[in-house]
């Protein structure tokens, strides 16, 4: 039998297990909004490639990239969070004082995981209906597009839970800068 | 149902909700309260409010303009028109205003234009010696040419709420309104340069200094010939095109300029997923807020009311200008599109008024509203950049803002300023 | 009593010119007339409602009570709608609007029904398709030969052009015009009251009245909503259903059938040509596009239709 370990330990081991996951997560996401990307460029190239060279397109390639693209949407909503990508008035927080101010965003924050709760089983609930319906092009059923919307709403959630303290005092990620800048 | 939807929304709004979450969260407690309509029209409206192959250009345009920007084409742009206009009374200024033209031509959003070649013009002027809230201010105004000179989000989204117009169509006819615009605030700079005295950054460069600083440019400017000239010349479509413009700005990276890495590329692809994501999520969840008012039957008692009040087509266009200028304060450019144009653009059928033309009119009044406050998303990123005060902005781009409506009365007076382009190729009704 | 609402939705512009809007209104008027108001008919043209699939999903789940939608729309809900894609089923109007009213019909509407809960009041036009294209005229399958015709993403028409020797390209319809004008694609195929609508004469030189495929309109009305109504109501419904089929046949049909004079005002080249021509394209694509039906469909469907088709023939 190992020694007990003391409470505070233990609550660093799993801050640093929930850290480890969260690099995880967002490392995941992102890969899969960066897969998702290339694969539609590449599809929508391809075709143009195609027409003229070959005299040919793919049928189903307009139909995938257009589905691929709602999935990044959802699917990279949440992420966007973390890097303080989504347009808000905060102007009331500006005035408020600090502390009312925090309690506020920790507010809106629990009602991000309220909203995306409901339209993770709305979603569900929708591409439950529509499983028997089959999408023009590629005749796949027309729930797995749907999924798009509960598991984006999954997956944002997720992210509102792991960045709370974060979104509260307004700290996000920094994206890395592409400009090489003027010399 | 209405007033639960627009309450939730102003709320929602007011604390600082994500615009996103407000619309989302407005519909849904609305269809609540009806009780009569499937909730699961909320998944359905987000998911195909979005589902549209033409929508595919947004990523691939942000996309093809940071890689061009990875490739460090800003320096090159910047160079060449420092040598072309420099030498003039403000010089730093008309260098502002001309780069941030061409830099329309590669890219399709204004904010995009303000965090990139914005924020390092900002920061020449105030180096320079310009006011700094000046220097921030011509770099928002400058910024608004973006959507209004092709390639467009705005446009793009434009075309998907209203199906009398194309998306080719909306991008010619933004060519001379986006001139009129670069014309219109490089006089307003010239007029405030003379009574501040800012003089010129240099004197006149030998042509054989500009010949240089123009091949260097080539790439850059050969992106917006390649994407018009494809679209008009009928190589592709605009979704289409968006693609090339994208392998494009790779071959310039990788084969060129020679700047591009695997991990920069990665890089791109990752913040323009993210500010794709963003964007569509407010277009989804709009969609369902505007589908609403659909349901509500708002726009029919619009366009009844409107038509009680003038029946002339002119009366019109100021009336529905003078409108979304005022939603254009308060609304986030993408949900006011999403939201106003199935409202209004029946109007240009109702009352004779060419549907290019009105959605001329509608876009560059609501590209305004990105510099007007209290609500402006590229007064707001010059904030940031520069660390200056929102107000102190929002009082100097005043002067900007007016020179910009004077472009808006002319585009509103003269109807071939907007569609004379697209006729010459071809895109009428 | 309490008034119920009727939210009726379609594809075209709110004008008085397009056939699904002239009989919305029609059977608005009806209907609200004969209930005394207590049905309240509202109106959703051009799409305003939802795509395709979203307001066919509206009928499923009742958001939406009724719709006039396109074959391609019904398909995305209840498949075996693509039996009416097979080409060159029938000789004309008229043998079309009886196999579409027979036994056949009623049948489809019924199997239809059960499965999605939407019920089919009637099928009406929305015009016999032909193709167009900007190289040659068209004067037999073989100067289809090496043509790229811009399809809707459906595989039965990919399987209709490429029977024929040309590629398919599938181009959103929005995108049409651009895609024309640009030479993207050779041709298209589409209906006179379509070639009209997205003005396609403008960049399409060639139209060869070939009528492949007599494209449907569905009247489409939720089955619980239609099961509320009272008997009184549902005869408004079904009454108003058939003026408003009627006028809708009558104003496609007669386009259809004045699509010479229509076309060439277009400054169109129209080709003619005659039933062998025709024998020979339906010896082509007809065989291709059955052997798709029947193992994407199913047999059943396909012989049912094919039945009603040579009966109503006689
Ligand atoms: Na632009
Ligand atoms: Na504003």
């Not at chain 2, 209203?162 to 080719?168: F, L």
């Not at chain 3, 043998?95 to 036994?103: I, L, P, T």
């Not at chain 3, 024998?279 to 082509?284: G, P, Q, T």
Request: glycine residues 8%.
């Amino acid at each position: 039998m190992s020694p007990p370990v003391p409470p505070s330990a233990a609550r660093s081991r799993a801050a640093r297990l929930i850290g480890r996951f969260d690099r995880a997560y967002m490392r995941a996401n992102a890969a899969l909004i960066v897969a998702m990307m290339s694969a539609m460029v590449a599809l929508v190239f391809a075709n143009v490639v195609g027409r003229y060279a070959f005299n040919r397109s793919l049928i189903w390639a307009e139909e995938l990239s257009q589905y691929l693209m709602v999935w990044v949407t959802f699917l990279g909503a949440g992420l966007a969070l973390r890097y303080g990508r989504h347009v808000a008035m905060e102007m009331l927080q500006a005035l408020l004082p600090a502390a009312l101010a925090q309690a506020l965003r920790a507010g809106l924050a629990l009602v991000m995981v309220g909203f995306f709760l409901i339209v993770a089983v709305l979603g569900f609930q929708l591409a439950a209906f529509a499983w028997p319906q089959e999408t023009p092009a590629m005749n796949i059923s027309a729930g797995i597009p749907y999924l798009a919307v509960p598991i984006g709403a999954l997956a944002f959630l997720l992210h509102v839970l792991l960045m709370f303290g974060g979104y509260v005092a307004q700290r996000y990620e920094v994206a890395e800068s592409l400009d090489p800048g003027v010399e | 149902m209405g007033l639960v939807l627009g309450l939730a929304f102003v709320i929602g709004l007011a604390v600082g909700l994500p615009i996103a979450v407000t619309m989302g969260l407005a519909g849904l407690l609305a269809l609540v309260v009806d009780g009569k309509l499937s909730l699961l029209s909320v998944p359905q409206r987000f998911f195909n409010g979005i589902n549209s192959f033409a929508l595919l250009a947004i990523p691939f345009f942000i996309l093809a303009a940071d890689l061009m920007t990875a490739c460090g084409i800003t320096t090159s742009i910047l160079r060449f028109t420092n040598t072309m206009v420099g030498h003039i009374r403000g010089g730093l200024g008309h260098v502002n205003v001309m780069t941030n033209m061409i830099f329309a031509g590669i890219s399709g959003s204004a904010l995009a234009d303000a965090a990139g070649p914005g924020a390092v013009l900002m920061r020449m002027m105030q180096r320079a010696g310009y006011e700094r809230h000046y220097a921030a201010a011509l770099s928002a105004a400058a910024a608004t040419i973006g959507p209004i000179i092709p390639p467009s989000i705005i446009m793009v989204i434009y075309a998907l709420t209203d199906a009398r117009v194309t998306v080719a169509g909306l991008f010619m006819a933004g060519i001379v309104p986006g001139l009129m615009l670069g014309a219109a605030l490089a006089l307003a700079n010239h007029a405030i340069s003379l009574r501040r005295g800012y003089g010129a950054a240099h004197p006149r460069m030998p042509w054989r200094e500009r010949g240089i600083a123009f091949l260097q440019a080539v790439p850059a400017l050969l992106m917006p010939v390649m994407i018009i000239g494809g679209i008009v010349g009928g190589v592709f479509t605009v979704t289409e095109s968006a693609a090339v413009a994208v392998v494009y700005a790779l071959l310039i990276g990788f084969l060129v300029t020679r700047r591009l890495t695997p991990a920069l590329v990665y890089q791109a692809m990752l913040q323009t997923g993210l500010v794709t994501s963003a964007a569509l999520l407010i277009v989804a969840t709009a969609s369902l807020f505007a589908w609403l008012l659909t349901l509500l039957q708002v726009p029919q008692t619009i366009g009844a009311w409107i038509g009680t009040l003038t029946t002339d087509p002119l009366a019109v266009l100021f009336l529905v200008a003078v409108f979304v200028l005022v939603c254009g304060f308060f609304l986030d450019v993408l949900p006011a599109v999403i939201v106003l144009v199935p409202v209004l653009a029946p109007l240009a059928d109702q009352f004779g008024i060419d549907p290019l033309h009105f959605a001329m009119t509608i876009v560059l009044n609501l590209t305004i509203g990105l510099i007007t406050p209290p609500v402006g998303g590229v007064l707001y990123i010059v904030a940031s950049v520069s660390g200056l005060r929102f107000e102190r902005i929002a009082a100097a781009v005043l002067p900007l803002v007016l020179a910009e409506l004077f472009v808006l009365t002319l585009i509103i007076l003269f109807p071939q300023l907007s569609t004379a382009v697209p006729a010459w190729f071809g895109y009428t009704r | 009593a309490q008034e119920k609402v009727l939210k009726y939705a379609h594809f075209q512009p709110a004008r008085d010119d397009q056939p699904k809007h002239r009989a919305a209104l029609a059977f608005k008027e009806h209907v609200e007339r004969a209930t005394n108001g207590q049905v309240k008919v509202q109106i959703f043209p051009a799409g305003q409602f939802g795509k395709d699939q979203e307001t066919m999903e509206g009928l499923r789940l009742g958001t939406l009570e009724m719709a006039v939608a396109h074959d391609g729309a019904i398909a995305t809900v209840h498949k075996p709608i693509g039996v009416l894609g097979i080409p060159f089923l029938f000789n004309d109007h008229a043998h079309a609007w009886r196999v579409y009213d027979s036994k056949w019909g009623a049948d489809f509407a019924e199997d239809m029904r059960k499965k999605t809960g939407i019920r089919m009041l009637a099928l009406a036009d929305n015009g016999i398709r032909h193709f167009t294209n900007n190289a040659r005229p068209i004067r037999s399958p073989d100067d289809m030969k090496g043509l790229k015709i811009r399809i809707q993403p459906s595989p039965v028409f990919k399987a209709l052009v490429e029977s024929l020797g040309a590629s398919a390209s599938a181009i959103p319809w929005a995108e049409l015009p651009t895609a024309l004008q640009g030479r993207v694609v050779d041709g298209q195929e589409n209906s006179v009251t379509n070639i009209l609508a997205a003005s396609l004469f403008q960049y399409q030189k060639h139209i060869t009245l070939n009528g492949h495929v007599y494209s449907v309109h569905a009247y489409l009305i939720n089955d619980r909503f239609f099961a509320g109504l009272t008997p009184d109501q549902q005869r408004a419904v079904l009454d108003g259903a058939k003026i408003a089929r009627d006028i809708h046949r009558k104003m496609t049909s007669d386009q259809d059938l004045a699509a010479k004079k229509i076309l060439s005002e277009k400054g169109m080249q129209v080709t003619e040509i005659d039933a062998a021509t025709v024998a020979a394209f339906r010896k082509l694509a007809q065989p291709p596009v059955v052997a798709w039906a029947n193992q994407e469909i199913g047999k059943d469907y396909v012989d049912a239709l094919l039945a009603a088709v040579k009966q109503g023939g006689s």
